[in-house]
């Protein structure tokens, strides 16, 4: 068992600040992709340390989460399912049914109410440690470790079934390069074009840009223009025709218009190719751009020196 307790007490201590980095966590834990979050810009109600699959994300997908209710001095670790958007695979009932929701876990969460408790964790600070109790029951540290160990080799039984169904959108490669070149332009925004001329959204120190709700659907990434402080509706044009990507791009600004109040919103297209529909359609479509991204692969030969 890879033994992970120094990271959650320094998780935990560090939730208890005003600090956000995260540079400093791994980035990777048994064979997963870990991200800690103490929120972006201020501090989130509930910090987290997520546990995804490399096809999945926290924004998208179903995963092993901790999450620190630090108003009531909680640690949960969860069956988490994405806030954001929908995963179009869950945890199996199976899995679930005998386990609560956190909002009935916890009086009124903040946040992430819908996803099921595995454990749940007492939490008191003293002398710049932390104690973690079980049922009232203090516990070493490691149990955690344990704890979180069991729940992610349930998610990789998970994983591994729904690779093997080829008709699970996570089996997919082209799935997992549109999820994946959306993560990437998210977590790379100040390095790209994007994010010279705009800014994400951020609402109680967390990122709400990427898949924004809204009742006619979930937009890829909304954003504010640096200097006019409107909206910026952007789309990946992903495995669809350009009319629809021109027309979804259409909807959504409208929408923005409307129930924002935005008059002069505009929008963006990231697509793999300007083909000639695309051409045309822009034409007549005003206050939208196009980006082309480039996906590019080095080899480099590994030397043992």
């Known amino acids: 068992m890879i033994d992970i307790s120094n990271e959650i007490v320094k998780f935990i201590i560090q939730a208890n600040t005003d600090s956000l980095k995260t540079a400093e966590y791994p980035k990777e834990h048994d064979d997963l992709r870990m991200k800690v979050s103490f929120g972006m810009g201020a501090k989130a109600r509930v910090p987290w340390i997520s546990f995804t699959s490399f096809e999945m994300s926290t924004q998208n997908g179903y995963f092993p989460v901790f999450l620190y209710y ?9 069956f988490g399912v994405s806030e954001s958007y929908e995963a179009a695979e869950r945890w199996s009932l199976e899995t679930t049914r005998d386990k609560k929701l956190i909002s009935e876990y916890i009086d009124n969460p903040p946040r992430y109410g819908d996803s099921h408790v595995f454990k749940g964790y007492e939490i008191e600070l003293k002398n710049d440690g932390v104690i973690f109790k079980l049922d009232g029951q ?9 704890d979180l160990n069991e729940i992610i080799n349930i998610y990789k039984k998970h994983i591994d079934l729904e ?3 080829e008709s699970s959108p996570i089996s997919s490669g082209l799935f997992y390069m549109e999820k994946q070149l959306e993560d990437f332009i998210i977590e790379n925004w100040e390095s790209t074009e994007l994010g010279k001329k705009y800014d994400l959204i ?3 120190g967390n990122l709400v840009s990427q898949q ?3 009742d006619i659907g979930p937009i890829d990434i909304l954003a504010y223009d640096k200097s006019s402080k409107s909206h910026v509706v952007i789309e990946l044009k992903k495995n669809q025709t350009s009319d629809d990507t021109v027309g979804q791009v259409a909807r959504y600004m409208g929408w923005i218009e409307e129930t924002k109040k935005d008059p002069n919103v505009k929008g963006i297209i ?3 190719k300007y ?5 045309y359609a822009m034409k007549r479509v005003k206050d939208v751009e196009v980006f082309l991204y480039e996906v590019n692969f080095l080899l480099r030969e590994y030397s043992k020196d």
Do not use: C, H, M
């Not at 630090?70 to 969860?78: C, D, G, Q, T, Y």
């Not at 203090?138 to 344990?146: A, F, N």
């Not at 083909?275 to 051409?279: E, I, R, V, W």
């Open 70 to 78: 630090r108003e009531k001095n909680i640690l949960i670790l969860s």
């Open 138 to 146: 203090e516990i070493p540290v490691i149990k955690l470790s344990q």
């Open 163 to 165: 690779i093997k169904n």
């Open 202 to 204: 951020y609402e109680d």
């Open 212 to 214: 924004y709700r809204t």
């Open 270 to 272: 990231i697509a793999g």
């Open 275 to 279: 083909d000639k529909k695309l051409f």
